[in-house]
């Protein structure tokens, strides 16, 4: 990408897309195309075409989503489907009609198995079951990818699908409610010893694993995919089932190759923010997937490797954490 070059990042308010934008500017990137959903709705498909038409972006990355973790996607399975296919769908397919030169569609890793082998590689997508609690989310990934694919097929778009691991760090959100686990463990454990409170609860056995990356390493392995040289750059796309043979969607996961057990998160969280308490595992509430490590083999081979630790990670985003300040003058 030519540092003049037109590109919208959807989602840029957002944990992956504001670390995006940061990576962006600092590599001297000045044309960003940004609109908060107040000025874009991208589940309204004509708002989407106009903008597209309007502005013409020469490269997009699809950041815009919605997220959360168990307890969001229990309590409201039909949004977590239901938007998330209208954003993709509008966007993906407007990015077409615009003749967007590269598009890079952000998902999850939920997108494999629940008892896919470990560590996952980018083959293992649709060989088994989901996990049941995040489906509706994981399904609608799916079909990104699926779209992403039959574009490229079809029309000759270059749409590949990023699959990052689970994510924290600056921008993160923090409401107990419908975060994922690591901003709920750090208000949590801050909370509880600004407050005294004798222990902190950690929903399910704490035995899963899972692996986690900071935001801006995220970021840094979205720059690098999109600024590929062309041909290292199409080689991700896949092929047509059809005439090859074989399975190889548009897909490359994005990760840091090592994870931890929720207990031991849980226990590094303790540690950082100085709690003396006691941890309790509350065994009635879900564990999730028992474990969700990436094969990250291809990103690597490709010249891209994490450099945050997740120790260093936890720290700065309990530093950015907006109750941190509030909650530590009361310790």
């Known amino acids: 990408m030519h540092t003049d070059a037109r590109i919208f990042v959807a989602g840029h308010r957002g944990l992956v897309g504001s670390a995006i ?12 195309l940004l609109r908060t959903h107040a000025e874009l709705d991208l589940t309204d498909g004509h708002a989407t075409r106009e903008f597209f038409a309007r502005e013409k972006p020469e490269y997009v990355f699809l950041a815009a ?30 990015a077409m009609h615009a003749g967007v030169q590269r598009l ?37 990934k799916i079909a990104g990818i699926e779209m992403c694919w039959s574009y490229n097929r ?13 994510l924290y760090g600056p921008g993160d959100n923090h409401d107990l409610d419908t975060s994922h686990v690591i901003p709920a463990l750090l208000r949590k454990f801050q909370e509880a010893r600004a407050t005294g409170q004798p222990s902190v ?37 896949g092929s047509d089932e059809a005439v090859s043979g074989r399975f190889e969607p548009p897909l490359i996961n994005v990760g840091v ?4 057990s929720i207990r031991e998160l849980a226990e590094t969280v303790r540690e950082i923010t100085g709690y003396q308490g006691e941890i309790v595992f509350d065994r009635s509430k879900p564990d999730g997937t028992p474990r969700k490590l990436m094969d990250v083999s ?18 700065r985003s309990l530093a950015d954490a907006p109750y941190a300040q509030a909650l530590a003058s009361l310790a």
């Open 21 to 32: 934008v940061r990576q962006l500017r600092a590599a001297g990137y000045h044309k960003l």
């Open 104 to 140: 890079l569609f952000l998902g999850s890793s939920c997108i494999y198995p629940r008892l896919a082998p470990q560590p996952m590689q980018e083959s293992d997508l649709l060989t088994g079951p989901l996990e049941p609690t995040n489906r509706p989310y994981a399904l609608a």
């Open 201 to 237: 609860t950690v929903w399910g056995s704490g035995e899963p694993r899972r692996e986690f990356m900071y935001s801006d390493d995220m970021a840094g392995a979205c720059v690098f995919l999109m600024n590929l040289p062309q041909a290292t750059f199409d080689a991700l796309l």
């Open 298 to 315: 291809c990103l690597n081979a490709l010249g891209f490797q994490a450099s945050v630790s997740l120790r260093e990670g936890l720290r």
């Open 65 to 94: 989503a919605r997220v959360g973790g168990i307890l969001a996607n229990q309590q409201y399975p039909a949004e977590f489907v239901r938007d998330n296919l209208l954003i993709q769908t509008h966007v993906i397919h407007e």
């Open 154 to 166: 079809q029309h000759g778009t270059r749409f590949l699908a990023a699959m990052p691991t689970n």
């Open 257 to 260: 190759g090592q994870d931890i």
